[in-house]
């Protein structure tokens, strides 16, 4: 191995360039702001694999099927069949909402999967800015759309408002779960029990 290949295998190699120290050994306890973005990533982690479990359930398709149809859908696409089932199902499967307010409660759950992932793509798709000396923490975001042209975004931020957005999404998880505690068919008109 010629000096060139030592110094690409030494820097570039993921797999031999493995430290088995732990966080706290690497960087000492873990921080507020990255541990709170960390949390908001999983929660949303947690509430897209919720939205899979009950495409499957409403689809009643053997499980490994299901994660075929599912795996490669987009957390919208993954929004959208979950509505298209149940509007296609809920009048031969009993869900656990109000009774007379399903529609309605539906419809509000949907738009709160969808700020959902509105929030999430807000912070993990933004520069995240903490000064130090204030400690003021600033998400900036920059695009340039066909409609809008260029928009910069500068929006103040703090550690409860991430917090909020993170529990906002895994009470939106915990929603989508109690939506199926009573998932069953229906008993249908003129059948016997």
């Not at 190699?13 to 050994?25: A, R």
């Not at 993954?78 to 007379?100: I, Q, R, T």
């Not at 807000?122 to 409609?147: D, G, M, Y």
């Amino acid at each position: 191995m010629n000096e060139l290949e030592k110094y690409i295998d030494q820097v570039f190699s993921f797999e031999k360039n493995q430290d088995p120290t732990g966080y706290i050994d690497r960087v000492g306890p873990p921080e507020e702001l990255p541990a709170v973005i960390g949390r908001i990533s999983m929660n949303f982690q947690s509430l897209e694999d919720e939205l899979k479990k009950r495409i499957i359930q409403m689809t009643g398709l053997e499980q490994e099927i299901g994660e075929v149809i599912t795996a490669e859908l987009s957390f919208r696409n993954k929004v959208n069949l979950f509505a298209s089932l149940y509007y296609k199902l809920k009048d031969n499967y009993s869900f656990n909402s109000l009774p007379g307010f399903e529609d309605g409660y539906f419809k509000e759950l949907l738009k709160a999967l969808t700020r959902c992932e509105e929030l999430r793509n807000q912070i993990l798709h933004s520069e995240i800015i903490l000064n130090w000396k204030t400690s003021q923490i600033v998400r900036k975001k920059t695009t340039a759309k066909a409609k809008k042209g260029l928009t910069k975004t500068n929006q103040e931020v703090n550690i409860p408002y991430l917090f909020n957005i993170s529990d906002y999404i895994i009470s939106m998880m915990m929603e989508v779960e109690e939506f199926f505690i009573d998932f069953k068919i229906k008993t249908l008109p003129n059948s016997k029990s």
